[in-house]
C-alpha cells in the first residue's frame, strides 16, 4: 500500500513537471533542464513547443489591485493592431508602432513609446527562439540582442536549434518544430527613454486540462535607433519563469487594440 502511494506521487510529479515543461519552453538553452528554454517535447509531440516569452530573472508579480493592473504597469496598444503568424504564434502589429520593418521574416523600427516597446519585446523574444530558424534567429541575435551575455544566449540558441533538428530528424536550415502557445497579456514593470521591464503572460492549452498561464519578464535597451533585447545573465532564461494562478489574470493588460 505503501509502495502505491509513494509511486502515484511520483507520477502525479512527472506529469506536472511535463505540463510545466510544455508551457515554459521559451528561447534560449536547450540544456536547461529547468523547463524554461529547454526543448522538451510536449506530451504530443517530438517537434512541438510551447512558447512563453523569455524573462531575465526577476520574479514575477502575483498581487492585483482589485483585480486590476496596477497603477503605471498599462500601456495603451494602438487601435491599428493587425496580426501576423510566426511559425504558429500570432503576434501584433501596428503601422504607428511597429514594427516598420519585416522583411526576410525579421522586426525591426519599433517607436520609442511604451506600446513601441511591448510589441518590440514580443517580436524579438519570439524571433530568437530555436524553432523559427537561423534565417530568423541568426539576423536578430546577432543585431537586435545586446549586452555581455548576447554572445552565450546565441550558444544556447543555436544549441537547441540543433538538438530540436537531430529530434525531428531534419537538416540544419528550416525552422523545426512550431510555437504553440498565445499571448494572454502584459504589464510594464519599468520604463524609461532607454530601458524597459516587460512582464509577459501566455496561454497554453493541454488537451484534458485546464489552460496554463506562465509569466516571464523581458528587458529592452534603446539603441539610439531601436528597441533591442537584452540578454539574460549567462545566456539562459531558466532563472524566474512562473505559472500565473487563474485568480491573478487580471493583473496583466489583455493584448487588445486601444486597452
Same mark, same amino acid.
Not at 41 to 66: D, E
Not at 112 to 128: I, M, P, W
Not at 183 to 188: E, H, M, P, Q
Not at 214 to 231: E, F, K, N, P, R
Given at each position: 500500500?505503501?509502495?502505491?502511494?509513494?509511486?502515484? =506521487?511520483?507520477? &502525479? /510529479?512527472?506529469?506536472? *513537471?511535463? %505540463?510545466?515543461? +510544455? @508551457?515554459?519552453? $521559451?528561447?534560449?538553452?536547450? #540544456?536547461?533542464?529547468?523547463?524554461?528554454?529547454?526543448?522538451?517535447?510536449?506530451?504530443?509531440?517530438?517537434?512541438?513547443?510551447?512558447?512563453?516569452?523569455?524573462?531575465?530573472?526577476?520574479?514575477?508579480?502575483?498581487?492585483?489591485?482589485?483585480?486590476?493592473?496596477?497603477?503605471?504597469?498599462?500601456?495603451?496598444?494602438?487601435?491599428?493592431?493587425?496580426?501576423?503568424?510566426?511559425?504558429?504564434?500570432?503576434?501584433?502589429?501596428?503601422?504607428?508602432?511597429?514594427?516598420?520593418?519585416?522583411? =526576410?521574416?525579421? &522586426? /525591426?523600427?519599433?517607436? *520609442?513609446? %511604451?506600446?513601441? +516597446? @511591448?510589441?518590440? $519585446?514580443?517580436?524579438?523574444? #519570439?524571433?530568437?527562439?530555436?524553432?523559427?530558424?537561423?534565417?530568423?534567429?541568426?539576423?536578430?541575435?546577432?543585431?537586435?540582442?545586446?549586452?555581455?551575455?548576447?554572445?552565450?544566449?546565441?550558444?544556447?540558441?543555436?544549441?537547441?536549434?540543433?538538438?530540436?533538428?537531430?529530434?525531428?530528424?531534419?537538416?540544419?536550415?528550416?525552422?523545426?518544430?512550431?510555437?504553440?502557445?498565445?499571448?494572454?497579456?502584459?504589464?510594464?514593470?519599468?520604463?524609461?527613454?532607454?530601458?524597459?521591464?516587460?512582464?509577459?503572460?501566455? /496561454?497554453?492549452?493541454?488537451?484534458?486540462?485546464?489552460?496554463?498561464?506562465?509569466? $516571464?519578464?523581458?528587458?529592452?535597451?534603446?539603441?539610439?535607433?531601436?528597441?533591442?533585447?537584452?540578454?539574460?545573465?549567462?545566456?539562459?532564461?531558466?532563472?524566474?519563469?512562473?505559472?500565473?494562478?487563474?485568480?491573478?489574470?487580471?493583473?496583466?493588460?489583455?493584448?487588445?487594440?486601444?486597452?
Amino acid at each position: 500500500m505503501t509502495y502505491d502511494v509513494i509511486a502515484r =506521487a511520483r507520477r &502525479a /510529479r512527472r506529469r506536472r *513537471r511535463l %505540463r510545466v515543461a +510544455a @508551457v515554459v519552453v $521559451a528561447f534560449g538553452s536547450i #540544456a536547461a533542464g529547468a523547463a524554461v528554454l529547454a526543448a522538451t517535447p510536449s506530451p504530443t509531440s517530438s517537434n512541438t513547443h510551447a512558447v512563453v516569452l523569455a524573462p531575465n530573472g526577476a520574479p514575477a508579480a502575483t498581487a492585483s489591485v482589485g483585480g486590476q493592473a496596477e497603477p503605471g504597469t498599462s500601456a495603451p496598444l494602438p487601435t491599428d493592431l493587425a496580426w501576423t503568424s510566426l511559425d504558429g504564434l500570432s503576434l501584433p502589429s501596428s503601422a504607428s508602432a511597429g514594427p516598420h520593418e519585416t522583411g =526576410a521574416g525579421l &522586426a /525591426r523600427g519599433f517607436a *520609442r513609446t %511604451r506600446a513601441g +516597446a @511591448v510589441l518590440a $519585446a514580443v517580436h524579438l523574444a #519570439a524571433r530568437v527562439a530555436p524553432q523559427v530558424g537561423p534565417a530568423v534567429f541568426g539576423p536578430t541575435l546577432r543585431e537586435q540582442v545586446v549586452g555581455p551575455a548576447a554572445a552565450a544566449l546565441a550558444e544556447q540558441v543555436q544549441a537547441q536549434y540543433q538538438q530540436l533538428c537531430d529530434q525531428a530528424h531534419v537538416g540544419s536550415g528550416a525552422p523545426v518544430g512550431a510555437l504553440t502557445s498565445a499571448l494572454a497579456g502584459y504589464r510594464i514593470e519599468l520604463y524609461t527613454d532607454t530601458t524597459v521591464t516587460v512582464r509577459v503572460m501566455t /496561454r497554453t492549452d493541454q488537451p484534458g486540462t485546464a489552460p496554463l498561464y506562465a509569466a $516571464a519578464v523581458i528587458q529592452l535597451t534603446w539603441t539610439g535607433s531601436d528597441w533591442a533585447l537584452q540578454a539574460p545573465t549567462g545566456g539562459v532564461w531558466d532563472q524566474a519563469m512562473t505559472l500565473v494562478d487563474p485568480t491573478n489574470l487580471g493583473v496583466y493588460n489583455p493584448f487588445t487594440g486601444g486597452r
